[in-house]
């Protein structure tokens, strides 16, 4: 069935726009009927706004660096207080009058906020918020409508619209709502602290995840380790919520989930070192910057062990992330909710946005130290001499915004996560859970020993293949080849589910009775 | 192979990582590597305000540990106190030993400890009953570690301008790798040998 049955009036009658009316409300009415179908082109409609703001704001910053300076001979790097900017009020309003227009010194009032660093951390700090805020809302809606597509239903349908979209926004206001009660011979200050000591290290790290080129908040030398330390730091916050419940089957689930978190922090952090060591840098920015060359310079593709350690990365992030297949801790039919049985409410969503913030970061993780970072298949050298000579592009804001859009920049970024995102939604949705002995089991009889051979391999490799050598491009070219195929394979895959999507499941549907 | 003699090879091992640790401590191989990109911070005032909040919360933190009536809770004071010596480190511009700080006592330790006390522990609330004798002896022994630290205190000559050099990471694993490296092979020995008694030790008696 493609047409829901709606037992209220569809639509109210529409008022007629002519004329100049048309003309200056038309644009608006379409723009407002794009986001009322399309949610996705709200959530990159919002991420596009997002990086367009920032974008804004640093050639602002540019802007009046290079213009409104004086001379030269003024440091602008030079060492100034916490609330200080770096151009006074009286200096940027004779530059603007001198290097602009005469008429133009209202441009230093709009312009003096732009200089001071404490203000360009608040507007970073609003973003990371607002992004920290969109992606559980958007993540939590497409993971119901996945499950419900493989499942052959449909999900959320009528909330807001197209395909209920606002269904986690709905989600939101009821589960604040709600009533907080918490148990009567529970720790009451550890269970108000348990979801807070889950949800903040997730935010913090995206502290130190960048977006795009030096899109960051925070340009640490450590910025791996950061993001490692953030995620070890959720434990705590998971074995508290379980502890303070006063439940056993909350212990139980916290107890599992912490000893299979801390466990695959090992192999996780030990696929993490194997790009470190190609990239010679623990700096996320340089990681990044190294896989600016197109597909095959991508960190997967460059010998066969980062190859296998990507995949065992994304296999230790799940487990680290508790999502199934290794979701013990909220193997709802299990042990009820495991450690946040007890939560509901506010609490209850805390730990929520917590998991698909993670699920972001390693998502994020991996895309940057893997699959290319913020680049695209396309070379970044090549696509700019290519508009530079070909078509004769100038220099400036329009060349800057098409490299945006086609080489490089926080919109590759951020599909490049959503599809390992989805990916994690498939896995959950397509395997069953499987047993915390067999959980570590494979972290410690599987994944370990597979992470100590990728490592002495790969130091081996780097030892011995030397940079440019034949053996290296063959390589190079084969698994290029390969994950080329695997994505491919992965869209073929989409396009025949989606042509053969209103057939029953038929065929696949096995007898109950053997023999019958 | 008896428990025994296991836990005695593991004595035998601590006892001597300690002569070898303290000869090869004395001397680097070689000078070591220090690459810095001088960043001279005078003494500002926000940098004391974090300090001082910084420096409160981890003396709070660590008498909650102290005083605490629950061990869990006692465990998360230790918890406070490990992220506030984290946020000194990181004050101090040394991110990779916040980070690890991070890493090794918060995501590894401070979880050990609160296993260990979650599945031994018979109740969440516990009552120590100290002896008078007990009492008297802990007061001179803190005592006595009170003023020797105090002594020490005041005898130091403190650095009045702190030099912050920016240090780079690939710096530290240099010299972890070619002036400091039979320290650390001597540390990595020893907790491969602690690991693999401990797993020996717990593991199940098999008939």
Request: net charge neutral; with cysteine.
């Amino acid at each position: 069935m493609s047409q829901v049955w709606v037992p209220w009036r569809e639509n109210p009658e529409r008022f007629r726009l002519v004329g100049l009316k048309a003309v200056a409300w038309g644009p608006l009415l379409i723009v407002y009927g794009l986001f009322k179908r399309f949610p996705s082109v709200l959530f990159f409609g919002g991420g596009v706004a997002l990086c367009l703001i920032i974008w804004l704001h640093a050639e602002l910053f540019a802007f009046v660096e290079t213009n409104l300076l004086l001379d030269s001979s003024v440091n602008i790097h030079a060492e100034r207080s916490f609330f200080g900017g770096q151009l006074s009020m009286a200096e940027m309003k004779t530059g603007a009058a001198t290097h602009i227009g005469p008429a133009w010194e209202w441009l230093a009032y709009a312009l003096y906020p732009v200089g001071h660093e404490f203000v360009r951390d608040l507007l970073a700090m609003g973003g990371l918020l607002i992004i920290i805020s969109l992606i559980p809302l958007f993540t939590i809606w497409w993971e119901r409508k996945v499950s419900a597509h493989i499942q052959s239903r449909m999900g959320p349908m009528r909330v807001g619209g197209w395909h209920g979209w606002t269904q986690t926004l709905a989600d939101a206001v009821k589960l604040v709502a709600k009533e907080d009660f918490i148990p009567k011979d529970g720790d009451r200050p550890l269970f108000r602290l348990a979801p807070y000591l889950t949800f903040v290290p997730s935010i913090l790290a995206f502290m130190a995840l960048p977006f795009g080129s030096y899109w960051v908040f925070r340009n640490t030398d450590v910025g791996l380790i950061l993001i490692l330390a953030m995620l070890g730091v959720e434990v705590v916050g998971v074995i508290l919520a379980g502890w303070s419940s006063n439940n056993k089957w909350s212990v139980y689930g916290a107890m599992r989930e912490a000893c299979q978190m801390v466990s695959y922090e090992i192999p996780m952090g030990m696929a993490l070192l194997l790009p470190v060591m190609v990239a010679g840098s623990l700096n996320l920015n340089t990681v990044g910057q190294q896989q600016s060359g197109g597909w095959f310079t991508w960190f997967c593709f460059q010998n066969p062990f980062m190859f296998a350690a990507a995949l065992a990365y994304y296999i230790a992030s799940l487990a680290s992330c508790k999502r199934a297949p290794f979701d013990l801790a909220e193997s709802e039919s299990e042990l009820v909710a495991g450690f946040h049985t007890e939560y509901s409410g506010f609490r209850w969503s805390m730990f929520f946005f917590a998991e698909y913030c993670a699920m972001f970061v390693v998502a994020g993780l991996a895309v940057i130290l893997f699959f290319g970072a913020w680049y695209s298949p396309l070379s970044e050298a090549w696509l700019s001499a290519h508009l530079s000579g070909t078509w004769k592009m100038p220099e400036g804001m329009g060349k800057t915004f098409v490299m945006g859009i086609l080489a490089s920049g926080p919109l590759w970024f951020i599909l490049k996560c959503a599809l390992l995102i989805y990916i994690q939604l498939w896995i959950r949705w397509t395997l069953p859970r499987i047993r915390i002995d067999q959980v570590l089991y494979a972290c410690v009889q599987v994944l370990l020993p597979m992470m100590m051979i990728l490592l002495l391999g790969n130091t081996v490799w780097l030892l011995l293949v030397a940079e440019g050598s034949v053996a290296e491009a063959i390589t190079n070219y084969i698994l290029g080849g390969v994950g080329a195929l695997i994505v491919l394979s992965f869209a073929a895959v989409a396009v025949r589910g989606h042509l053969q999507r209103r057939q029953l499941v038929g065929y696949l549907a096995v007898d109950p009775l053997p023999g019958s | 192979m008896s428990r025994l003699l296991v836990s005695r090879l593991v004595v035998l091992v601590l006892l001597a990582w300690l002569p070898a640790a303290a000869l090869a401590q004395g001397s680097p191989a070689q000078e070591p590597v220090t690459r810095a990109l001088t960043i001279t911070a005078e003494q500002n005032w926000q940098e004391d305000v974090f300090f001082y909040i910084f420096a409160a919360a981890t003396v709070a933190s660590a008498l909650g540990v102290v005083l605490s009536g629950s061990v869990v809770r006692m465990a998360v004071c230790l918890f406070a106190t490990f992220g506030a010596v984290a946020m000194l480190f990181f004050l101090l511009q040394a991110y990779f030993l916040g980070t690890a700080q991070l890493i090794v006592y918060v995501g590894g330790i401070l979880v050990l400890i609160v296993f260990g006390i979650m599945l031994t522990s018979s109740s969440p609330w516990l009552k120590f009953e100290v002896k008078r004798g007990e009492l008297i002896a802990s007061g001179l022994v803190c005592a006595g570690l009170c003023a020797g630290l105090c002594f020490v205190f005041l005898r130091t000559s403190w650095n009045g301008t702190p030099q912050t050099e920016h240090f780079e990471v690939s710096a530290l694993g240099e010299n972890l790798l070619q002036g400091y490296l039979v320290p650390f092979e001597v540390a990595s020995v020893l907790l491969l040998v602690v690991m693999i008694g401990a797993a020996f030790l717990a593991r199940q008696d098999q008939d």
